[in-house]
């Protein structure tokens, strides 16, 4: 992130939830919304997989098992994506920070670029219905747009309706015995943070179980008032 253009008015947002809460639906609905530029680790860790790097390879076997991959391997990924001069606009960070260690670094990345978080949203889900929000989830391979095969489906069969591709993917993870384990990794891990956000006067609850397009209202208003 370029310090120096940062407007002071950028809203820098954090996504949390456990797995299927609506993370990567949201931060997509924003981006398009307010021109914020969705940051999703598990994106980026699935590219740095994809592309063979080291750091791909060190994820490979950590993501299939629903493990939460490294500290240092997923500070650094995030660290080189913060610094394309786009970020500047704000950000949505999708599935980061996941440890105390990674909001204590996203913390002081901010800070070194004269920004912080302006709010951190928790996304609140019953965990029972996330097996089949996620055993359900398919996405296109031309845009990333996510779908669901009971929740949103095209409205075209088989046909993207964003970018009007036919190509899907399903993910190697989405499966319930990994989904089981990335949930218990979530509570281990990443469900003490909504505290940390507390005790920063930064956390807002939202009703992630509600349907899409409310929930998106919700975090729409959440927005606006950051940058009002
Ligand atoms: P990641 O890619 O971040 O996956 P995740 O956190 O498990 O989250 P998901 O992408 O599964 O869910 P989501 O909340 O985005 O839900 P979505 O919007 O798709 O991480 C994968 C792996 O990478 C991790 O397990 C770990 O190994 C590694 N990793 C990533 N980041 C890391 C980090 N920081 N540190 C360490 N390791 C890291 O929605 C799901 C489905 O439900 C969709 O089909 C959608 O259409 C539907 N849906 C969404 N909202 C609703 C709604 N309100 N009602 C009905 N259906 C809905």
Same mark, same amino acid.
């Given at each position: 992130?370029?310090?120096?253009? =940062? #407007?002071?008015? !950028?809203?820098? /947002?954090?996504? +949390?939830?456990?797995?299927?809460?609506?993370?990567? $639906?949201? *931060?997509?609905?924003?981006?398009?919304?307010?021109?914020?530029?969705?940051?999703?680790?598990?994106?980026?860790?699935?590219?740095?997989?994809?592309?063979?790097?080291?750091?791909?390879?060190?994820?490979?076997?950590?993501?299939?098992?629903?493990?939460?991959?490294?500290?240092?391997?997923?500070?650094?990924?995030?660290?080189?994506?913060?610094?394309?001069?786009?970020?500047?606009?704000?950000?949505?960070?999708?599935?980061?920070?996941? =440890? #105390?260690?990674? !909001?204590?670094? /996203?913390?002081? +990345?901010?800070?070194?670029?004269?920004?912080?978080? $302006?709010? *951190?949203?928790?996304?609140?889900?019953?965990?029972?219905?996330?097996?089949?929000?996620?055993?359900?989830?398919?996405?296109?391979?031309?845009?990333?747009?996510?779908?669901?095969?009971?929740?949103?489906?095209?409205?075209?069969?088989?046909?993207?309706?964003?970018?009007?591709?036919?190509?899907?993917?399903?993910?190697?993870?989405?499966?319930?015995?990994?989904?089981?384990?990335?949930?218990?990794?979530?509570?281990?891990?990443?469900?003490?943070?909504?505290?940390?956000?507390?005790?920063?006067?930064?956390?807002?609850?939202?009703?992630?179980?509600?349907?899409?397009?409310?929930?998106?209202?919700?975090?729409?208003?959440?927005?606006?008032?950051?940058?009002?």
């Amino acid at each position: 992130m370029d310090g120096t253009t =940062t #407007a002071q008015t !950028a809203a820098n /947002l954090v996504l +949390l939830g456990p797995p299927g809460a609506g993370k990567g $639906t949201q *931060a997509r609905k924003l981006e398009e919304g307010f021109g914020l530029i969705q940051l999703s680790t598990g994106d980026l860790l699935r590219a740095a997989v994809a592309a063979g790097t080291e750091a791909g390879k060190a994820a490979k076997a950590v993501m299939e098992r629903g493990d939460l991959v490294s500290d240092d391997i997923v500070i650094a990924i995030l660290r080189d994506r913060l610094g394309e001069p786009d970020c500047a606009n704000g950000v949505i960070f999708d599935g980061f920070p996941r =440890t #105390a260690a990674q !909001a204590e670094a /996203l913390d002081a +990345l901010m800070a070194e670029a004269g920004s912080s978080i $302006t709010s *951190a949203i928790s996304l609140e889900v019953d965990d029972a219905a996330m097996v089949d929000r996620i055993s359900g989830r398919f996405t296109c391979a031309g845009c990333g747009e996510g779908y669901h095969d009971s929740f949103k489906q095209p409205a075209k069969d088989g046909v993207c309706d964003n970018c009007g591709s036919s190509e899907f993917n399903r993910r190697a993870d989405d499966n319930a015995e990994t989904v089981a384990q990335r949930l218990k990794a979530y509570h281990a891990q990443t469900a003490p943070l909504i505290a940390y956000y507390g005790e920063r006067g930064v956390l807002k609850g939202v009703d992630a179980m509600a349907q899409i397009d409310t929930v998106s209202e919700s975090l729409t208003a959440i927005v606006q008032e950051a940058l009002a």
